[in-house]
């Protein structure tokens, strides 16, 4: 992901400088909280397999982001769930590389937080940067919704837009939203 930043902000101007974007390691996290909080400026972070509660306890200083994927399409899929969900069984299948630290993914539990605790079959693949299935099973039919990504880019993009739009924002925790995403990209060559 460092990497996938780095070719987004030599690929393209940024328009802000004053805000952290971290996708490190639960060790990592804490020094950009604390760097965050003692410059005053926005936290974006896509760490997962952390206690959350120190992005609640750093919202109290500082506009903080924390999510555990920042594509638009898996942002997308959240908002349709609760259409889906009261009409059939839903349950998650994903796929990462076999380098990744944690099982099942942020998505896929974050996936399930809003399904109410639907099953995740999570499997590891070289190579693979990251699929999440979503099928909804009903009597004699089913719907599935798949979102695939070809390019750590698409995370990286994401993340940045949300630091964006915190720019200028009070404390608090945001969630990241589609809106977010397009709201910033008109305005955007990212």
């Known amino acids: 992901m460092g990497r996938a930043l780095s070719a987004l902000c030599s690929e393209a101007p940024l328009e802000f400088a004053d805000a952290i974007v971290d996708f490190s390691t639960p060790e990592g996290v804490k020094e950009a909280i604390a760097a965050a909080v003692e410059h005053k400026i926005p936290l974006v972070s896509g760490t997962t397999g952390i206690d959350t509660q120190i992005f609640m306890n750093a919202s109290n200083q500082i506009p903080v982001l924390h999510a555990p994927n920042f594509s638009l399409g898996i942002a997308l899929i959240k908002e349709m769930l609760p259409v889906l ?106």
Request: contains cysteine; charged residues 20%; proline residues 8%.
């Open 85 to 190: 969900t009261p009409h059939a069984t839903p349950s998650i299948c994903e796929t990462h590389h076999t380098e990744k630290k944690d099982t099942p993914s942020g998505t896929a539990l974050d996936l399930q937080t809003h399904l109410g605790g639907a099953p995740i079959e999570a499997r590891r693949i070289p190579g693979a940067i990251g699929e999440h299935s979503v099928t909804f099973s009903m009597e004699d039919e089913e719907i599935t919704i798949t979102h695939k990504a070809h390019s750590r880019k698409l995370f990286a993009r994401g993340a940045l837009h949300a630091a964006k739009s915190l720019i200028e924002k009070p404390p608090g925790l945001y969630i990241f939203t589609p809106q977010m995403y397009t709201e910033t990209h008109a305005n955007s060559s990212l």
